[in-house]
């Protein structure tokens, strides 16, 4: 179905059109510190299939439910001790937490894809705080890009995707972090770290004070459904670990590598996160030649750039 995509404008009157559109069963993008995410309300089945819908994301994978506090998020699912040392620790901010579902919850069972457990994020942006507080609902909200494509950090990257199909995006400016948020899993025994993302593992591991358990990453049987192997995907070939550019390439440097364009010239990985969806579309945009980008160490904030330029580069079908 298309319909006008209304552009909101950051202040009163264009959050509280946001929440009333929320409130209404409609989908609306808005801007959190990670990337872009497709808002809906989250008890309704029909709104949280409407986000399916303009993603074209398959109904198997589950999406994370955004929250103000830890308050909220408590309603919704069964919460440990752990829950709210992490959430003491990280929230607001770029960390979702898998719990149990709490009885009562309200939630569509669409937003879990069926499972028990429910992914609860609170994002730390204002704008996304104040949305959420008018909204007065949990909202779902995947990242605002069609399944499979490199995730949104602008509005007018959401526009791109799903000019069209959505009702409206809030536009915040470019985000902060830039990659999406980190999952950990607490639904088991000891917590599992699903997703790298905009929280470093390291980070999280000193506030557990002990190392984090890793899913296998085995494609065929992903812990969080959603984790496919190819994601994230410009539509050019992309090689990895580049210290030069080969014939037709277009180089990503970082640091000391200097490439045609560069994530950071002084080496520094939040910048990079925050540049890296943004390089990867301008590059697709420009035409079709493959992209090659530098080595990005493997730590801190590097482990989550890696991840996504690894489902970048990996084999489309
Ligand atoms: O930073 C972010 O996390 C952004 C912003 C908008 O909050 N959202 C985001 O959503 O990246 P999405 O749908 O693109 O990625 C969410 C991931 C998927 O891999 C999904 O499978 C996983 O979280 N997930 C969601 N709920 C889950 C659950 N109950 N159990 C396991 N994995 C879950
Ligand atoms: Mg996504």
Known sequence: MTQRTRILAPDAGGIAEAAALLRAGETVAFPTETVYGLGADARSDDAVAAIFAAKGRPGYNPLIVHVSDAEAARRLADWPDLADRLAQAFWPGPLTLVLPLRAGHGLSPRVTAGLGCVGLRAPATELAQRLLRAASCPVAAPSANPSGRISPTTAAHVLDGLDGRIAAVLDGGPCDVGLESTI???????????????????????????????SDG???????????????????AMRLNATDARDGERLIGFGPVAGHVTLSHSGDMAEAAARLFDLLRQLDAEGDGPIAVAPIPEKGLGVAINDRLRRAAAPRD
């Open 184 to 214: 950990v899993d607490l639904t088991g025994p000891e917590p599992i770290l699903l997703r790298p993302g905009g929280l470093p593992a390291e980070a999280l591991e000193a506030a557990i004070g002990a190392p984090l358990l890793r």
């Open 218 to 236: 085995d494609a065929t049987a992903p812990t969080a459904p959603g984790q496919l192997t190819s994601h994230y995907a410009p539509r050019a």
